[in-house]
């Protein structure tokens, strides 16, 4: 046994070589001359004012990018698909674009791995999911919409499976392998999951639908991964929603921090739950249950809309996510497309449209009543200068600037610690929408503990700027921390979609700190309150408070002092995204 364990460990050391030699060999070719499909374009920008590309951020040179796709990891390379438009800033001809990393930071852009141009695929190769097969194959299962507009799934393999590139990509010859039944919207029919084993030995994937007005996912099983029944029941359906898109199906494990493999059901000792994600409503939802693989039946801890907090991955600008098991850390990784703000002639004109999150490590929290997300590890090699200071006091109505970093490009970790929370307003027992909440008692509404947090993307003079911020409200029996995004003075440049957000965090601001983490890159601003508890993402199009000119302050707009416990700011390296 311990002959196997030491074969094992030594071949995942030789893994790990592998991918980084593969992917460095990669990178010594494109800046050697071999070209690929996003890079030979790459300087066809360059003419033109970019204040809002990113700068560690996922985004191709140009055109339109939506729905990520498929990402794995695969002989020490990790791999990622997105829905593509190869011709325009807008959608179209949506293709998938495939993209390979050492370290999901640093990106070389291989050539579109799926265009539209089989029957059964003409009007557009939608959104899937990759999964490894047995044989360490992996296969593409995805949404092709034929020339009658129909939605259909279709299968494609790698041309040649020992290379670790996976630079070619072969449709499958009995393509569609699913067409949409005939009691279903022919229009509403797409986005295979990733599959995972049963205890038979069979392959399930859930389809994002609709039956009866309800939001579905179709759970359909395989011997082969190739010819697929239909079960007699959805793996889950809600009354209360419609349409479903991009659903994902996914294990967690209970009281632990590792991320579980697509098809584990079981482990020793620990249990696990299951989490349902759909998109629908412009905004991703999940569930949480129990998943009975022998029967296939999935019972849910509350409805989607029901749970307390109407769970959500993140609370802003958001949608069609995706996830994947990295086998190499033993984690779950999360990507989620981002969309523009401003209008298609802006796109135009910039010559790009859409962002993809940082990736994010998924996990189920402590209560195991909502998960916990949190940027890739890897993200912080891109820390260079660093600000940091402790234990200041923040007065009622004051702020303070923290310079010394690029604010447009930084990543901003604050602690806030509060005292006298008898002081707290007083928020009513009854059910409250924390986006209304937000936007009613925005960043310049003066309260007692909050409006606190950080001014991101200002101008000297804040003019414009954006808040990310708390505000603390008492109830009968408790306290409710309120985390908030407020865009509204993010840019005066017009026609500017700048909707505030809100979400409540699950703490107790009596036992825990109120913590932040904000991700600040040009045009995009992530944020992480309660260490994960919520997240938040915006797209700000600042026309004063950009690169140089941009500031970072942190303030206190409430009459109550609190302080600052501390303080870590970052500028941020440019990833390297070719």
């Known amino acids: 046994m311990m002959l196997f364990k030491t074969k094992l460990s030594s071949l995942n050391i030789l893994m790990k070589i592998y991918g980084f030699c593969v992917f460095s060999l990669c990178c010594f070719m494109i800046f050697n001359g071999v070209q690929v499909e996003a890079f030979k374009n790459h300087t066809l920008l360059m003419n033109v004012s970019q204040p809002y590309r990113t700068a560690y951020h996922f985004q191709p040179s140009k055109n339109w990018m939506n729905d990520p796709n498929g990402p794995m990891y695969y002989k020490g390379v990790y791999h990622f698909f997105y829905q593509f438009n190869p011709y325009g800033p807008l959608w179209g001809n949506i293709s998938w674009a495939h993209a390979i990393s050492h370290d999901l930071i640093n990106w070389v852009h291989l050539d579109v791995a799926l265009v539209p141009n089989e029957p059964y695929d003409i009007n557009g190769c939608f959104s899937g999911s990759a999964t490894i097969l047995p044989n360490g194959e992996p296969a593409i299962l995805y949404t092709g919409v034929d020339g009658n507009l129909h939605q259909v799934q279709n299968l494609a393999f790698p041309k040649n499976i020992s290379d670790p590139l996976l630079n070619e990509w072969v449709k499958w010859s009995l393509n569609p392998i699913l067409s949409p039944p005939d009691e279903f919207n022919p229009f509403l029919y797409r986005d295979p999951s990733t599959g995972w084993m049963g205890p038979d030995g069979e392959w399930r994937v859930v389809i994002g639908t609709q039956i009866d007005h309800q939001g579905a996912a179709i759970l359909y099983k395989s011997k082969d991964f190739q010819i697929w029944n239909r079960s007699p029941s959805p793996l889950q359906l809600s009354n209360i929603t419609t349409f479903w898109e991009c659903p994902d199906f996914y294990p967690v ?75 190499e850390k033993k984690r779950r990784i999360l990507w989620s497309w981002v969309c523009e703000g401003d209008t298609a002639p802006d796109a135009i004109e910039k010559g790009w449209s859409g962002l993809q999150t940082i990736p994010r490590s998924i996990r189920l929290s402590k209560n195991e009543d909502q998960l916990v997300q949190w940027p890739v590890e890897e993200l912080e090699k891109l820390r260079t200068r660093k600000v940091h200071f402790k234990n200041k006091k923040l007065r009622g109505r004051s702020m303070i600037e923290i310079s010394g970093i690029t604010a447009s490009q930084a990543d901003v970790e604050i602690t806030f610690r509060l005292s006298k929370h008898k002081h707290a307003e007083v928020l009513g027992a009854e059910v409250v929408d924390p986006q209304l909440l937000c936007t009613q008692k925005n960043a310049s509404m003066e309260g007692k503990f909050g409006p606190f947090g950080l001014l991101v993307l200002a101008s000297k003079d804040l003019t414009e700027h954006t808040a990310v911020f708390f505000r603390v409200f008492r109830t009968a029996n408790s306290f409710r921390v309120l985390m908030c995004v407020d865009p509204s003075r993010s840019s005066s440049k017009p026609l500017i979609d700048k909707p505030i957000y809100g979400a409540f965090l699950a703490l107790d601001p009596r036992h825990a700190k109120i913590s932040l983490r904000t991700l600040i890159d040009h045009s995009i601003v992530e944020s992480f309150g309660g260490e994960g508890l919520a997240c938040i993402t915006s797209r700000i199009y600042p026309v004063l408070a950009v690169g140089e000119q941009a500031h970072l302050f942190a303030f206190n707009n409430g009459t109550q002092s609190i302080s600052i416990s501390s303080l870590s700011a970052w500028s941020m390296k440019k990833a390297q995204i070719v």
């Open 253 to 327: 494990i209970c009281n632990g921090k590792s991320g579980l493999d697509t098809s584990v059901i079981s482990i020793q000792g620990k249990d696990i739950k299951h989490v349902l994600k759909a998109s629908f409503n412009n905004e991703d939802y999940y569930i949480l249950g129990k998943y009975d693989p022998e029967s296939d039946r999935y019972d849910v801890d509350a409805d989607f809309m029901k749970s307390k907090g109407w769970l959500r991955y993140d609370y802003g600008r958001f949608y069609a996510s995706k996830s994947f098991y990295d086998g």
